[in-house]
């Protein structure tokens, strides 16, 4: 008999070896792509999150190779072009991605080093969800993770538009969509991410949303001290907030950490795709299937008249009688012409 | 398998074909499968775990080794994951991510894995047995100790050293293993000790 598995609190712990039961179940799913019917969840599940204080990252990527690591995946060795981001975006194989930015600060003149650990935001509103037209390849669980599910991916792409992060990549041969999952398969034991263990500066921590947000309650508060006044949590609400934060030294420009967009929402393209178009559409199909049916009720089959058939095979017997001749004539046209050009 | 559909009756299955599609798109009916979500099984259960020390810098810092089979039982175990140990004074659970990447590491085509000899003035390296290496050694260590071994210095002080040779331990070890590396050099009357941490 085996035990359910205890709700994530923390990265920081040794996973189990022991069978345990998932705590991470198809139960606990509040939404599915392309399904406007999910029956409702048992339970709440305590909402998690991932909080990246970029104040606190030395640009190390031990995140990425615990991911590499933890999640099985194979990055390409590439060429070095000069800059420190290494793959040089996110790919297939490489859920998440320290990324580099020399910003000249206008008021102390000074360069600072501005590196964010890019990866999916896990958004409470998420746009690759909503933007999928396969069933059941995008789920979002009640603690906040949002999942691909690679069997029912069809590759097509829409979530990659659909996210305000430019965040999920598509395999090239595989055909299916991938992202981080918030190592879904740790949280469903009880641990944190793969990520958020390894961190060596413990810039990445984990658990609890509401404990997330107190924390970095203190960590802006501290910052503040240290004087970086516009200091602050980005968890942006233009998606219903994220389950991974980030405290940033400059919430005021988050653009300036490698193009953090300032008020990420769902493309309006999605959401009229999604949205007032779908109902359109539907309506224009009703529309013609209640019009065909009454045209096959009411409409009587086309009548042809005496005068037409005659005029019907008179018309015949003209192209008939013309047509060899023509033909005959242009036939052998071409093929003198090219007995000459010999 | 052959149909024989006319164009008519083409026409009139495909009608009826987006008519019941549009249908279940509008809601009715159960057209929309529902699919059961699932994460990705657990890789680590039921495997044996290994605690030991990052073999890269002199910080120590400790892992855990996660292993199919039980190479203790007799088992053939393959390294399946390496993460860092929560319970770890050094580093609790963290890790660089030289150390975090340790399972490529680990299972490098490249790693040396048993003894190799290559003889004085010869070319190639051969793979020899670890009491080979071991009795190699040793008889090195005798034969330079009894050749060089200073008992007393010019003032006829009793100094009881053996400078021709050095020692180099690993900068990963715990106090116990501090302990015996200094006991065996130091009753060698072996001076020069050091360790990779020093580069």
Not at chain 2, 64 to 71: A, P
Not at chain 2, 157 to 162: G, H, I, K, L, Q
Not at chain 2, 165 to 172: E, K, N, P
């Given at each position: 008999?085996?035990?359910?598995?205890?709700?994530?609190?923390?990265?920081?712990?040794?996973?189990p070896t022991q069978p345990l039961e998932s705590n991470l179940l198809p139960t606990d799913v509040r939404r599915i792509s392309a399904t406007a019917h999910v029956p409702p969840p048992t339970r709440q599940l305590t909402e998690v999150a991932k909080l990246i204080d970029v104040s606190k990252c030395i640009g190390c990527k031990a995140c990425q190779s615990a991911c590499i690591q933890w999640n099985d995946t194979h990055p390409e060795v590439e060429e070095n072009v000069g800059i420190y981001e290494n793959p040089h975006d996110l790919t297939p194989d490489m859920f998440t991605l320290m990324r580099f930015a020399e910003w000249e600060n206008p008021e102390t003149n000074e360069l600072e080093w501005l590196i964010r650990k890019d990866g999916c935001m896990h958004c409470e509103d998420p746009g690759c969800l909503k933007s999928c037209p396969a069933p059941g390849a995008i789920v979002q669980y009640t603690n906040g993770v949002v999942d691909f599910i690679s069997e029912n991916c069809i590759g097509c792409g829409y979530c990659v538009k659909g996210c305000p992060f430019d965040v999920p990549r598509i395999h090239k041969t595989a055909h299916v969509s991938k992202k981080c999952t918030l190592c879904s398969d740790r949280i469903a034991v009880g641990q944190g991410p793969a990520c958020a263990k390894a961190c060596p500066t413990q810039c990445i921590t984990f658990g609890p949303k509401e404990e997330m947000k107190a924390l970095a309650a203190e960590r802006v508060e501290d910052l503040k001290e240290r004087g970086y006044d516009n200091a602050g949590l980005y968890d942006p609400q233009g998606v219903?907030?994220?389950h991974v934060m980030y405290v940033l030294h400059h919430a005021d420009k988050p653009s300036i950490y490698s193009g953090l967009p300032v008020d990420p929402r769902i493309s309006p393209l999605v959401e009229a795709w999604k949205g007032p178009a779908k109902k359109l559409g539907l309506m224009a199909a009703g529309a013609a299937f209640l019009g065909s049916a009454l045209h096959g009720i009411f409409a009587k089959p086309n009548e042809v008249s005496e005068h037409e058939e005659e005029e019907a095979e008179e018309l015949y017997e003209d192209i008939v009688h013309e047509a060899p001749e023509a033909s005959g004539g242009e036939a052998h046209g071409p093929v003198a012409s090219g007995e000459e050009a010999r | 398998m052959n149909v024989n559909l006319s164009r008519r009756s083409f026409l009139k299955l495909a009608g009826a074909g987006a008519a019941a599609t549009s249908l279940g798109?509008?809601?009715?009916?159960?057209?929309?499968?529902?699919?059961?979500?699932?994460?990705?099984p657990f890789k680590l259960v039921t495997t044996t775990e290994t605690r030991s020390i990052c073999?890269?810098?002199?910080?120590?810092?400790?892992?855990?080794?996660?292993?199919?089979?039980?190479?203790?039982?007799?088992?053939?175990?393959?390294?399946?994951?390496?993460?860092?140990?929560?319970?770890h004074p050094t580093n609790r659970g963290?890790?660089?991510?030289?150390?975090?990447?340790?399972?490529?590491?680990?299972?490098?085509?490249?790693?040396?894995?048993?003894?190799?000899?290559?003889?004085?003035?010869?070319?190639?390296?051969?793979?020899?047995?670890w009491d080979f290496a071991l009795d190699k050694i040793a008889r090195h260590i005798k034969d330079d100790r009894d050749a060089n071994f200073v008992e007393t210095n010019?003032?006829?002080?009793?100094?009881?050293?053996?400078?021709?040779?050095?020692?180099?331990?690993?900068?990963?070890?715990t106090n116990e293993t501090g302990w015996l590396t200094w006991k065996t050099t130091r009753a060698l009357g072996l001076l020069p000790l050091d360790n990779q941490a020093r580069v």
């Open positions: 008999m085996t035990s359910l598995a205890p709700e994530p609190l923390t990265a920081a712990s040794n996973p219903g907030g994220t | 798109a509008m809601g009715f009916g159960a057209a929309e499968a529902a699919v059961a979500a699932r994460v990705r073999t890269y810098c002199s910080v120590a810092c400790g892992i855990i080794m996660y292993s199919n089979g039980d190479f203790k039982a007799g088992e053939q175990a393959e390294l399946v994951h390496i993460e860092g140990d929560a319970d963290t890790l660089c991510p030289k150390g975090a990447a340790l399972k490529d590491f680990i299972r490098s085509e490249t790693r040396t894995t048993v003894p190799r000899y290559r003889e004085p003035g010869g070319t190639a390296w051969r793979e020899v047995s010019d003032a006829g002080v009793t100094v009881n050293r053996w400078t021709t040779a050095g020692f180099l331990a690993a900068s990963g070890g």
